[in-house]
């Protein structure tokens, strides 16, 4: 499980061959003690919460680096390794 970025308290995660459980592609994201499932392509929420501005902060990131994110997952989803993403600033 690999982390690709982190920003204001925010890991986010893509799992190596995980395409079974959402079938979406998708990235983990934690913060404190929670975590929540974020759709690549719609930025929703799929699984899980994070407190209401985390939630904002990485569907507003997801936006940005959507490109980024997509090349990350198609890597993830085949076992191959992934690249670090740039966080906000």
Request: hydrophobic letters at 40%.
């Amino acid at each position: 499980m690999p982390l690709i970025s982190s920003f204001y308290g925010v890991l986010i995660y893509l799992y190596w061959l995980d395409t079974r459980q959402h079938k979406l592609p998708h990235i983990h994201a934690m913060y404190g003690g929670d975590e929540a499932v974020f759709g690549i392509e719609s930025g929703d929420v799929l699984d899980g919460q994070l407190p209401r501005k985390q939630t904002r902060l990485v569907q507003g990131w997801i936006e940005l680096r959507r490109e980024e994110l997509m090349r990350d997952w198609e890597l993830a989803a085949r076992g191959e390794p992934v690249f670090p993403i740039k966080p906000l600033a």
